[in-house]
């Protein structure tokens, strides 16, 4: 299909390893977002990628986490030093900008660190 | 971006509509009123959106005060499947660092047969 896809769909490491995460966006869309979700929490916010700007970072918690976006289009989200807070299931969302549109997120990937 | 207060959960019984409020108090102007939902173990799924005048799709009707400080999202015939967590947000439209979405936590509709 055409949708949002991420990889992998789960993901388990062990405490004090890296992941990364990635975000295949619909094709065209300027706009990336990440987001996590703690089990039977709500989305929080971690990062948003518009076109060429700067992006915003504001929402990630630690500097243990950052993000690329290569090219416009794929996004990875790299965690380091993971450790068992970080569990939790990463959503990537991409959205057109030039107008007030929707987002169409990815079914996420499930991260348990053990 | 405005703040917006829903309630924690909802009952609707099947077949029935469903009427899920929400205030925003302190939306600006330029700020459109976003509904998503989040049914279990899925990504969010986009709904409706608007400024200031009602509006209607396939899927929902949402309904905003002629203060827009609160609106109502209606599901005409409640179904089962539509059991989920909807989520109120406001935030600017268009393009910049202003268009990222904020999500609460929602309200939990359970749609009882």
């Known amino acids: 299909g055409a949708g949002v896809s991420q990889s992998p769909s789960n993901k388990v490491t062990e405490k004090g390893k890296d992941v990364e995460l990635r975000c295949d966006p619909i094709?065209?869309?300027?706009?990336l977002y990440w987001y996590r979700q703690s089990l039977g929490q709500g989305l929080e916010f971690l990062i948003y990628?518009?076109?060429?700007?700067?992006?915003?970072k504001s929402g990630l918690p630690s500097d243990r986490f950052s993000a690329e976006r290569t090219g416009g289009s794929v996004s990875t989200l790299t965690i380091q030093r993971t450790q068992q807070e970080d569990s939790a299931v990463y959503l990537c969302?991409?959205?057109?900008?030039?107008?007030?549109?929707?987002?169409?997120f990815g079914q996420g990937t499930r991260l348990t660190v053990v | 971006d405005a703040k917006t207060t829903q309630p924690t959960s909802m009952d609707c019984a099947e077949g029935r509509a469903a009427n899920l409020p929400c205030n925003h108090s302190?939306?600006?102007?330029?700020?459109?009123v976003y509904w998503y939902r989040q049914i279990h173990s899925q990504g969010p799924q986009y709904i409706i959106h608007?400024?200031?005048n009602n509006e209607t799709n396939e899927m929902a009707s949402l309904i905003i005060t002629e203060d827009r400080k609160s609106s109502t999202l209606i599901l005409p015939h409640a179904t089962l499947r539509d059991t989920a967590v909807y989520f109120c947000?406001?935030?600017?439209?268009?393009?910049?660092?202003?268009?990222?979405?904020?999500f609460g936590t929602g309200t939990l509709l359970a749609v009882q047969p």
């Open positions: 947000i406001v935030r600017v439209a268009g393009g910049g660092a202003t268009n990222k979405l904020i």
């Open positions: 990628f518009q076109g060429n700007s700067a992006p915003d």
């Open positions: 608007g400024l200031k």
């Open positions: 969302a991409s959205s057109l900008v030039a107008r007030d549109t929707e987002a169409f």
């Open positions: 302190t939306i600006s102007g330029n700020e459109y």
């Open positions: 094709s065209g869309h300027t706009a």
